[in-house]
């Protein structure tokens, strides 16, 4: 029996709602925050315009997506623009990390002088790198809403270069980190919870975990998992074996297998692992590779530290406890180098920080949101503007791009533009682009990302389970893990279970659907059920989830929660190699080259043009776009 909404706390005002739920409303006539041209600070409901500390609805948030949906989805034509007086150097359409060092490289290529304008859609700058603060019992705890890692190891010498420029040390950061993504730290477990709508209990096994552990030691435990006998049995078989059943295969044989095979059908062919068995491991990996098991090769799920080496001669085995690449990171996740950048190009945004301050202070300093956009600075942030048109201008000497912001419909020209949103909505703001780069840019079809970051009022049922976190087989919401460990400037909060604690739930967004669907289709499918559930849906989900996994330690949802951040990324990682997605892969030139090629007076930076989900290839586009317009005559 489910508890009702009642019992939940469902009723509780413990946040601003999303305030749009008819997605039909959306147009252009919202009645949205306005930070550009009037450098308004008061929202919609008079709330001091600042909006990490929205809760609610984040991410692609209600007023950010719906004049983009209404051009690439209705073909929308809109209105004559209305021309301002404004001539730039360069328009950045986007203002994530990759828009964010667009106008950073162009003021270092050509002068602090260069006027520049970087247009976003959304009430808040940093794309994907979205910060989340919490300001609700006690001292400001912060999250990140999206992008987290830093994978410095693997950072180009312009990525690097970047970073040392904006004064983020990664030694003296990394003394801060001791954050675990749900494992053990603190003397608290990692745990696996079994939900009752799918395995008919709920279920939580304290210290168990299913990936990243000696498949023998995870084979003791088999016997407590809520599935059929055939399915423990098969488990127990899989888990013990030790032999290389590939061991025949020359290596080159091998790696050819291992990349063309799904785990699921070397689970099934080598171990007869029935689906109930199988699925236990499907959102295991998700969220580094964006998509789950059953949509992966056998190698890259070892990558993901998934079972399996055992039975392959050690084929791509972790040490113990190991997962990936070393990785940094702030507080807020990658929020803090796109207010680094933000302070860079308007330093007067961040008042409290003079010149020579430390930099880690940006993880507490507050932004002034009304000093993005003014007329006498050279650079200009301007927020809920969202492009509907960028062209060449006839001349050859600029361009133009229009956009909409609070229902007006308004033109600016400048030299040159940077294109650094999503690779698929660039087709739709540039109709005359050639055919074939249009259909190379439609080729990025981008993962949905959920982050959720719910405030509980305190940890103490953490405690009183000896856990940090759970792997949510079978659920939507797949892995959750207390936000601890990270510490940066300032901000140096200390576990204590009486304290106010993050908990945050992190998923590849998979939506009920038919089965054979390829895996963008999947995605597509995925993008349409997320944006068609209100918040009030997935607050019900983290409740339910919060209330199995932690009321034996005492927990209770209707009391102990007291905000919710939903950061729904419909478009969320960007599109990269998947074995069995991409067999030509290795295309020349790939699709993601071909679509950034620059055109005209418009170059494209992104993550999808570099077809890798990550910071630092958002980063290296921008540079590469910025040096392909510096070629250009003046």
Sequence with gaps: MQPSDRELGMERDITRRDFIHDLGLASLGLALPSIGLTGATTGPDGETYYPPTRTGMRGSHPGAFETAHALAREGKLFDQPADLDEEYDLVVVGGGLSGLAAAYFQRRLNGHGSRILVLDNHDDFGGHAKRNEFHQGGP????????????????????????????????????????????????????????????????????????????RELAAHVDGFPVSAEARAALKVFLSANTDVLAELSPEAKEAYLRRTSYSDFLREWFGLPDEAIRLFSGAPSGFWGVRAENLSVAECLQSNLPGAHVLGG??????????????????????????????????????????????????????????????????????????????????????????????????????????????????????????????????????????????????ALQNLGIRGAYLPGHMLQNLSLVSGIKA?????????????????????????????????????????????????????????????????GFDAAGDILAITVNRWPHGYARDHIDLEDPDWNADPPPNVIGRQRFGRIAIANSDAGADAYTHTAIDQAWRAVNELAQLPS
């Design 489 to 553: 400037g300032e901000y140096r909060p200390e576990w204590r279970p009486e304290d106010a604690c993050v908990m945050q739930f992190y998923a590849s967004f998979r939506a009920p659907q038919p089965e054979g669907l390829s895996i963008v289709q999947q995605h597509q499918a995925a993008r349409a059920h997320m944006l068609s559930m209100t918040f009030e849906d997935f607050e019900r989900e983290v409740r339910t989830v919060l209330n199995g996994v932690l009321g034996a330690g």
């Design 140 to 215: 400001m705890r912060l999250a990140w809403g999206g992008t987290v890692n830093m994978e410095y190891p693997l950072y180009s010498e312009v990525a690097r270069g970047l970073l040392d420029d904006l004064g983020i040390d990664i030694p003296r950061l990394l003394e801060g980190f001791t954050y675990g993504y749900g494992k053990s730290k603190d003397g608290l477990r990692p745990a696996t919870w079994f939900d009752a709508a799918t395995y008919g209990q709920d279920l939580l096994l304290p210290g168990i975990e299913l990936d990243g552990v000696e498949p």
């Design 315 to 460: 084929y791509g085995q972790h040490p113990a406890g190991e997962r990936h690449s070393p990785v940094a990171m702030f507080p807020d996740g990658n929020s803090s180098i796109a207010r680094l950048l933000v302070r860079s190009l308007v330093p007067a945004a961040f008042p409290g920080m003079a010149a020579g301050a430390d930099p880690f202070d940006i993880v507490t300093a507050r932004l002034d949101y009304a000093q993005l956009d003014l007329p006498s600075a050279p650079v200009r942030v301007r927020l809920n503007a969202t492009a509907v048109h960028v062209e060449n201008r006839a001349d050859g000497q600029g361009v133009a791009v229009t956009y909409v912001n609070d229902g007006a419909i308004l033109r600016v020209r400048s030299r040159a533009a940077v294109l650094a949103c999503y690779n698929q909505i660039i087709p739709h703001l540039c109709p005359d682009l050639p055919e074939a780069q249009k259909a190379a840019l439609a080729h990025c079809v981008k993962r949905p990302l959920l982050v959720v970051n719910v405030l509980l009022r305190n940890g103490q």
